[in-house]
């Protein structure tokens, strides 16, 4: 008796489409969920997890995300320069001031693989503080989370 087989994506034949996502007033974990499923393909049905499968996605308005509770005045981005006494603390709010692109960035990478897949689906991910963005040749898609 024959079993039917798995089929496993291969890179080449894999079709990549543009998204584009709106921020505004978003709540930022669960739109960073969203964009990682997109981003790793678990959207289509022919997702395979040791390859990329995923497809690219613009976000505008990041400048305009929100989060819950009082996370802006509590909720901390820390980085260490590998010296003693060389740890850095970020407040979200002002990291919204500063880069407000990176608070969108720091949760969806959190939520991808932590290997080489990972940093290759993390370039995948455009994202713009404001409303306009370079990538209207690729004729992105709108899409509603």
Not at 50 to 68: E, L, M, P, Q, W
Not at 72 to 91: A, D, I, M, T
Request: contains cysteine; positive net charge.
């Amino acid at each position: 008796m024959r079993t039917p087989k798995t089929y496993m994506a291969k890179p080449g034949e894999v079709e990549r489409r543009w998204y584009v996502v709106d921020a505004k007033d978003k709540v930022v974990g669960r739109l960073a969920s969203r964009i990682a499923m997109i981003l790793m393909g678990k959207h289509k049905p022919h997702y395979t997890p040791h390859v990329d499968t995923g497809d690219f996605v613009v976000v505008i308005n990041a400048s305009r995300v929100r989060f819950t509770g009082r996370k802006w005045e509590q909720k901390c981005y820390y980085r260490h320069s590998g010296y003693p006494g060389g740890l850095k603390v970020r407040r979200a709010k002002d990291l919204l001031e500063k880069r407000p692109e990176e608070i969108l960035r720091h949760a969806v990478k959190g939520m991808l693989p932590k290997n080489n897949l990972g940093r290759r689906l993390l370039r995948k991910l455009k994202i713009y503080p404001g409303e306009t963005h370079p990538h209207e040749a690729q004729k992105p898609v709108k899409l509603e989370l």
